[in-house]
């Protein structure tokens, strides 16, 4: 039973493509994030989305974008990929809106190589 | 510079050990202090959560502490097993607007 999933687990592709990670929840929860770990193993926010609201990281370049086909699924879609976008990208997902006191929960992790 | 700090960097203890990690953090305004347990090829796992009145927060072999004067935490392991071997992340929850600032990380190994 595996509360936050995505896929695939690894991403290898050629710079300049288009990509997409696939999170799902199967926690009933109402928000859920996209996280980028970098090489020196920093977690930063991209973005945190519930059915009412989408936060983006002012840092996130527009190449990336959320998609949200209902309220279990949040996809990140990646366009014209670089090489500085290699990372392990986590999806997350959490009862309420505000990261109050609230757990949040973390898929396993897409680990993206960009060549 | 990053709002918060964790120290040491990595650590490697004996198995039945205890240890303790440091998180020293800058975010104001305070809202709470996580610390996540992260194994290799995994996602995050939360370990305690505390706010600004919360001291001590105890979760199983797993104690954090939390001074807000001096705007520092700690995360004591007691009696280490194997599986305690991962990276332990100190979280800071801004107040104003819940921006989650994240530490680097101490990367625990425990060796039998």
């Known amino acids: 039973d595996t509360a936050v999933s995505q896929t695939p687990k690894y991403l290898v592709t050629q710079m300049g493509n288009d990509k997409s990670i696939k999170c799902e929840q199967n926690?009933?929860?109402?928000?859920m994030y996209w996280y980028k770990q970098d090489s020196k193993k920093f977690l930063k926010i991209m973005f945190s989305?519930?059915?009412?609201?989408?936060?983006i990281n002012e840092t996130v370049p527009n190449r990336f974008s959320p998609k949200s086909p209902d309220k279990a699924h949040l996809n990140l879609h990646i366009n014209s990929l670089e090489l500085g976008d290699s990372a392990v990208y986590f999806c997350?997902?959490?009862?309420?809106?505000?990261?109050?006191?609230?757990?949040?929960?973390f898929g396993p992790g897409t680990r993206l190589l960009v060549l | 510079k990053n709002q918060v700090e964790q120290s040491p960097q990595s650590l490697i203890i004996l198995e039945g050990k205890n240890c303790t990690l440091q998180?020293?953090?800058?975010?104001?305004?305070?809202?709470?202090l996580r610390w996540y347990k992260q194994d290799t090829g995994r996602g995050p796992v939360s370990l305690t959560i505390?706010?600004?009145?919360?001291n001590t927060k105890s979760n199983g072999r797993y104690t954090a502490t939390l001074d807000a004067d001096t705007k520092q935490s700690s995360l004591h392991i007691t009696a280490s097993q194997l599986s305690d071997s991962a990276s332990y992340i100190c979280?800071?929850?801004?107040?104003?607007?819940?921006?989650?600032?994240f530490g680097a990380g101490t990367r625990l190994t425990v060796k039998p």
């Open positions: 997350a997902s959490s009862q309420v809106a505000a990261v109050g006191l609230e757990t949040q929960y």
């Open positions: 926690l009933g929860h109402d928000t």
């Open positions: 989305y519930n059915n009412k609201e989408l936060i």
């Open positions: 998180c020293n953090y800058t975010v104001s305004p305070f809202s709470n």
């Open positions: 505390m706010t600004f009145s919360e």
């Open positions: 979280v800071v929850i801004e107040g104003n607007n819940n921006d989650m600032r």
